[in-house]
């Protein structure tokens, strides 16, 4: 099971209207490579025995069985594509622009598409996590956590073989990122907060899990967070520090 969003993110994010909407991105994605693959094979010239269609097409189609298998691993955790982590991150966010400029067109919820899309990548990273944990994990905290929840946390933290940093925004954290260039992300703040970093980072980290923070009274102050989660995922994700062996899979 999915350690790192809530049930009611849970929820949310498995609607059918999801996984419909992109179904029909990524084949409106294939159908459009293979439009634009055709037309620049015909203004440079090349026309051999139906090469100039069939070949474009045949490329549009297996970008959206990609981009549809992607979808079904994340959703399954079970690795489909024999593709690395990183280029299949990048073939999500990709997706999931597309996805999310039709949703608004349409007047769907922003903060509802993209809890299933941080579900989505959560699984991906939980199917490919099943070969080897990452080397090096970096864990972002952010500034906002009640003074004795961040203090349980760190106390958690301790236990595992990782660094951690507590950031005081996207720009900050992605500069953390850059500078340690973890092979593993865990990554704790609002929704909005892990989208923007998920879609900036790409396929930059290899493995990244995200959890939401529990909103506190006023926005960015005090907030919490499920330690159940925190320690399941870092069960996953990281080696403890007594048991770490090197080389192993720990």
Known sequence: MNPCLPADGR????????????????????AALGGIAVLALSILGIQRDGVTVVGPCVVGSV????????????LTERRLLPLPIGLVRVMTCGVFRLARTGARLIGWSDDALGCAFLTVQNGLTLAWLQERRPRTLLVLLPHCLEARVQERIEKLLNRYRCQWHVVKGGTEALHVVTSTEPDGLLAVACQRDLLNGMMSLGGRVPCVLVLPNIRGEQPCRATGLDLCRLADAMDRLAYPREDFIEGGKG
Do not use: D, K, N
């Open 11 to 30: 929820q949310e994010g498995f609607r059918v209207w999801f996984i419909l909407l992109w179904c029909v991105t990524a084949i409106a994605l294939g």
């Open 63 to 74: 970008v959206s069985m990609c981009a549809v298998l992607a979808l079904i691993s994340g």
